[in-house]
């Protein structure tokens, strides 16, 4: 198991739900946080939260889907910790409908979060991972990444598509000890999700369970690979 205490974790969409409950849970390990987001007072509630337990958590607002953003981002990150080890690909936004008749507008910023995102931070961090032959890279897919759900539109192939991201960042930089594991949910219940008609609570993944995942994967030995994207869904169907 991978001691944390000296680690530098960056998580996308720390402000709230999935990303909150990682930045926590990997704060908890004893790594220092970078925690990102477009709401200002949401990601500096999280890096409250941090400190409060003893952590240490730098909060820094930036659109994932901007470049300028997500290299200031990557730039604060090195200024002040010197490294990334481990970057968490979490933020993302929804949003379906039929491909016939499918909102363009909608489509285009569903991809630039969710796909268009993850290339970024990836491709910024990997300079640094690569210099230092170490890294682990967390994308936070979902089940709609694997199945295909008629209506899913933009958010079933954007993360079809990060899922694929994924593997290609793998065999692509194996070579320098850096990692890629992604992660596709069932339903959670998040700030996104839980104002959904029939949808049963009691059923449903929580962002606790997503993190204690995260946390087990980045803390295997460094030749641990776990293969392809992992599935973690549900007993029971949460729709009623």
């Known amino acids: 198991m991978i001691s944390f ?4 974790c960056l998580v996308t969409g720390g402000g709230s739900g999935i990303g909150r409950g990682i930045a926590l849970a990997i704060s908890n390990l004893g790594a220092k946080l970078v925690v990102c987001g477009r709401r200002e007072g949401m990601i500096t509630e ?3 939260q ?7 958590c730098l909060p ?3 659109d994932v ?9 990557v730039e604060m990150t090195i200024d002040k910790y010197k490294k990334v080890d481990v970057l968490v690909n979490n933020a993302g936004i929804g949003g379906g409908g039929n491909i016939h008749n499918h909102d363009v507008a909608s489509w285009d910023q569903i991809m630039a979060v969710n796909l268009r995102g993850p290339f970024l931070l990836s491709r910024e961090v990997l300079k640094h991972m690569r210099a230092q032959r170490y890294g682990h890279i967390v994308n936070i897919s979902s089940e709609s990444g694997l199945e295909y759900y008629p209506g899913n539109g933009a958010y079933g192939v954007s993360k079809h598509a990060l899922n694929d991201l994924g593997e290609y960042i793998q065999r692509e930089n194996q070579e320098f000890n850096i990692r890629v594991d992604t992660i596709c949910p069932g339903m959670v219940v998040t700030e996104m999700s839980e104002n959904n008609p029939g949808l049963d609570h009691s059923k449903c993944l929580y ?10 994967l980045v803390t295997r030995r460094e030749n641990v690979k776990i293969g392809r994207p992992i599935l973690i869904q549900t007993m029971e169907n949460p729709w009623t």
């Open 207 to 216: 962002p606790e369970d997503i993190a204690d995942l995260v946390v087990w």
């Open 60 to 62: 820094v607002r930036a």
């Open 65 to 73: 889907s901007s470049l300028e953003d997500v290299q200031r981002l």
């Open 46 to 48: 999280t890096a409250n």
């Open 50 to 56: 941090i400190r409060r337990s003893g952590g240490e």
């Open 5 to 8: 205490n000296s680690k530098v």
